[in-house]
């Protein structure tokens, strides 16, 4: 099972982490959050997707795809999608969100580095 979140942060139902873009739920764990009022509220306005059998982004609208890969995380993913991707748009988004989180990646690094020099 799959949750798409087009919110751009973290968010938690009864213990469970929805992380921005795709999230892989056990049913298990689907079954103890999807009563909850605020995921159903943020269901019905369009912050999250419930997909049984999600397997790419070419299922989704270009606009739907789109706003998926602005607030995904998952490099592993999106690399994957990349590959796959027949869509200009999309994969031009895709494109520039992994530019993003490699820089996002590089500088956090930078600065434990720097961080690391300091306590030495």
Do not use: C, W
Not at 6 to 19: M, Q
Not at 45 to 65: C, W
């Amino acid at each position: 099972m799959q949750i798409i979140s087009n919110l751009s942060y973290v968010t938690f139902f009864e213990g469970i982490r929805i992380l921005p873009g795709s999230s892989k739920l056990s049913e298990e764990d689907y079954e103890k959050f999807k009563e909850h009022p605020i995921f159903i509220s943020k269901k019905l306005d369009g912050y999250f997707q419930v997909e049984e059998k999600f397997s790419s982004l070419s299922e989704m609208t270009p606009k739907n795809a789109i706003d998926f890969v602005k607030n995904s995380i998952d490099l592993d993913f999106l690399t994957s999608e990349l590959s796959k991707e027949k869509r200009k748009a999309v994969k031009s988004e895709i494109d520039k969100r992994l530019f993003e989180l490699n820089l996002d990646s590089e500088s956090s690094e930078f600065s434990n580095d720097t961080e690391e020099k300091k306590s030495a």
